[in-house]
């Protein structure tokens, strides 16, 4: 390792800035990067990029998870988002139930049953226990 320390010391140097991710502006920046990246490379992994584009995804992964996690939400919550995200009210949601049903279940008043978990998952394409 010693005879290669000093070319990777010079390379690294180069590299680091671009691997590193310390606060919230080196955040913002990896995930610019990141993007770019995915425009150019896409999901062709013989692209010469294609491991940095990994990596660096990795690194912005980890930081998420400890910066800004995810909260979990409950069966409700879920489902409320995925209705606003889809621009969908009460009345799009008939195969669960009449409107005023459905608007509880939005408002947290009631929770949703086995059967109306199942037809959201496969309404939205997610797995039934997002919904529960």
């Known amino acids: 390792m010693k005879s290669l320390a000093p070319e990777l010391q ?6 680091a800035p671009l691997l590193t991710i310390r606060n919230g502006h080196d955040y913002e920046l990896a995930v610019e990067r990141l993007n770019e990246l995915l425009d150019e490379v896409g999901t062709e992994e013989n692209h010469p990029l294609y491991s940095f584009l990994d990596t660096l995804g990795t690194l ?6 400890e910066y800004h996690p995810v909260p ?9 988002y995925l209705a606003e995200e889809h621009g969908l009210s009460p009345d799009d949601f008939s195969d669960i139930g009449p409107p005023d049903q459905v608007r509880s ?3 947290g008043d009631c929770e949703l049953n086995a059967s109306q978990i199942r037809i959201l998952a496969q309404q939205f394409g ?7």
């Open 126 to 132: 997610v797995s039934p226990a997002v919904f529960i």
């Open 60 to 65: 912005i992964e980890a930081y998420e998870a």
């Open 10 to 15: 010079h390379h690294w140097e180069e590299i």
């Open 105 to 107: 279940i939005l408002n």
């Open 72 to 80: 979990e939400a409950k069966g409700a919550e879920a489902f409320q």
